[in-house]
């Protein structure tokens, strides 16, 4: 996806080139020197790990202002989406790039029910784990073993079976999600209602048993829409520009949604929403006060970080975190709960957020922070918070890999390297090695 409003060129100096590079301007004035020919040209490539000077792509699913803390999907602030979508109509406006009409919705919606069910030989792939299995490995395995079922539909670029597949995968992860937890438990697996919206039927599956009707809390459906609504996407996080390079060798749709769920496992990316509650239980059983917690985050030698905190891109404050605290501090007066991890959390961000150490790096509050106790107060086991951020960052995922196979300028993924290793030797042979 090339060719957007030039506004100006950079000159770069080099082994004596003087070359211009155009400057693409985005329509948030976010500027990127466009560098695609400076290695043809120069024989010189850039260097930034970690990605953090470069723009991977050109994408028109979401923007992010991490100084003016400003999240956008699709152009629509995630305040407004989080008070008046839900998270099947934030996913088609995702993946489709526009709010849906009545029909469309009804349409989508009915799809996804639909299709949420699973093979019973691939119910059957469940009683082979461990019942120490972490739901993660789980999902991201049944993910990628659903193209097994549509071998049919594996051609990433025929775009004959693209929307049901979007469909299958919305409508299959939340079973195969609940699922996993159910295999943890030991509890009969619950099929999932088809009379139930997106939210209400995930909760059924994971919370109902066969000895008795389960009464559906119509808080707790609200508030898991909202925290999928505020996961759907993010731009081009470490899960998304996963799923983008895999996606970018034309994999298909599942299995290259598998590899975007193994990066959101990770502890500095999804996995802190697990992180942050474990590390609020140490903290509680270690009988420490959040002074002296953060002390010890500071003093860096037990290599411990205030999980939760900070991030690459927000420098000022995250969005969703301010929602989720809000949100998080109404479900739990709305249910009754009081929960003395909310107290702590809170003591750590203020003492947190008064350190200098934390105000000189930008550290603030992140999506992690306080979505764990929201999940505690509806009965998700820690275990299962980052299946909860896969759930919700699904459509974005989806969003961003429809994006790239669907742009005719998309190449294979393949970032160069500065090779540091030894320069040519030769093959010694075993008995002359010393
Ligand atoms: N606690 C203590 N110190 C921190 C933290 C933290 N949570 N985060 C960053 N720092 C320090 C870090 O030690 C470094 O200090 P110094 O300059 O003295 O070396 C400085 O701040 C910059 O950190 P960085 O690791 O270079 O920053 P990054 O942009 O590479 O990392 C991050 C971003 C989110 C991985 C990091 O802030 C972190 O590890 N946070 C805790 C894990 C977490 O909450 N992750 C969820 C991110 S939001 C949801 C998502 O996207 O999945």
């Not at 969003?399 to 030797?425: N, V």
Request: hydrophobic content about 40%; some cysteine; proline content about 5%.
């Amino acid at each position: 996806m090339r060719g957007e409003a030039v506004a100006e060129n950079a000159r770069i100096h080099i082994g004596g080139h003087d070359l211009e590079f155009p400057v693409v301007v985005g329509t948030e004035n976010e500027r990127g020197i466009d560098i695609t020919n400076l290695r043809a040209k120069t024989g010189v490539v850039t260097l930034d790990p970690a990605f953090m000077n470069t723009a991977s792509t050109v994408s028109s699913v979401t923007h992010l202002d991490g100084e003016k803390g400003i999240l956008r999907y699709r152009g629509i602030p995630i305040e407004e989406l989080g008070e008046k979508s839900t998270f099947v109509e934030t996913a088609y406006l995702l993946i489709y790039g526009k709010l849906p009409t009545r029909p469309e919705l009804d349409g989508f919606q009915r799809l996804l029910t639909r299709h949420s069910m699973i093979h019973e030989d691939m119910r059957r792939f469940f009683d082979g784990y461990p019942i120490t299995a972490h739901p993660m490995a789980i999902l991201s395995a049944m993910v990628t073993s659903l193209s097994s079922f549509y071998p049919y539909a594996l051609n990433a670029k025929d775009d004959q079976y693209r929307d049901i597949t979007i469909a299958r995968l919305m409508g299959k992860l939340p079973t195969i999600a609940a699922f996993s937890y159910k295999k943890n438990i030991g509890h009969p697996f619950i099929y999932p209602r088809n009379d139930l919206d997106y939210c209400a039927n995930f909760l059924h599956m994971m919370f109902a048993v066969p000895a008795e009707p389960y009464k559906m809390n119509e808080v707790a459906v609200r508030a898991l829409n909202l925290l999928l609504i505020l996961h759907a996407d993010h731009e081009q996080n470490c899960s998304t520009s996963t799923v983008r390079m895999v996606g970018s060798a034309h994999t298909n749709l599942f299995a290259s949604i598998s590899a975007g769920i193994c990066a959101l496992w990770g502890p500095l990316h999804g996995g802190a929403n697990q992180e942050v509650v474990e590390m609020l239980e140490d903290i509680g059983e270690r009988g420490l006060t959040a002074k002296q917690f953060i002390d010890q985050v500071k003093d860096k030698k037990a290599g411990l970080r205030l999980m939760g905190f900070g991030h690459r891109v927000y420098k000022n404050f995250d969005p969703r975190a301010k929602i989720i605290k809000k949100a998080c501090d109404e479900l739990l007066q709305k249910l009754g709960i009081h929960d003395p991890m909310l107290d702590l959390a809170l003591e750590l961000e203020e003492t947190a957020l008064r350190d200098s150490y934390f105000v000189e790096r930008k550290l603030y509050p992140n999506v992690d922070f306080y979505s764990g106790i929201i999940y505690r107060a509806l009965g998700v086991p820690t275990q299962m918070f980052t299946v909860l951020f896969a759930l919700g960052r699904l459509p974005g995922w989806i969003a961003h890999w429809k994006e790239m196979i669907e742009d005719p300028t998309t190449k294979i993924g393949r970032p160069r390297q500065i090779y540091m290793g030894p320069t040519q030797t030769h093959y010694v042979p075993l008995e002359q090695r010393q």
